[in-house]
């Protein structure tokens, strides 16, 4: 009933830039926190950055200062602009968010199905 759709990933040269975007869609009483995650071939999963719905923001340390999170919450869409991109940034990037359904009074969290993103020369 609650579907995360990610896109915007693909191949870029290091030092190059992607946006990727999420949209969450269904049957959806409100969106709290939304946050992408990535995982490389042979690593665990790890946070990249999150936002709330006040627009507060946290960011991974590797990619703080070159990464920015933000959402458009009439559009229940999130977005992470990725500049600088290095080799070590190549994973499956996930979209993450905590929502209400208007089904149960209590939310949960929800995930995409992922979107590739490689950086090489």
């Known amino acids: 009933q609650v579907r995360l759709v990610e896109s915007g990933g693909g191949l870029v040269q290091p030092g190059g830039s992607l946006r990727l975007s999420c949209a969450a869609s269904g049957s959806i009483f409100s969106v709290d926190a939304m946050g992408w995650y990535r995982q490389a071939p042979g690593k665990q999963r790890e946070l990249v950055a999150t936002?709330?719905?006040?627009?507060?923001?946290h960011y991974a340390d590797s990619v703080n200062g070159r990464f920015t999170i933000s959402r458009d919450n009439d559009k229940n869409t999130v977005y992470l602009q990725m500049n600088s991109l290095k080799p070590e940034d190549t994973a499956l990037y996930y979209c993450n968010a905590y929502i209400t359904t208007r089904v149960t009074p209590y939310g949960h969290d929800f995930w995409g199905q992922g979107t590739q993103v490689t950086v090489s020369s």
């Open positions: 936002i709330t719905r006040s627009f507060s923001t």
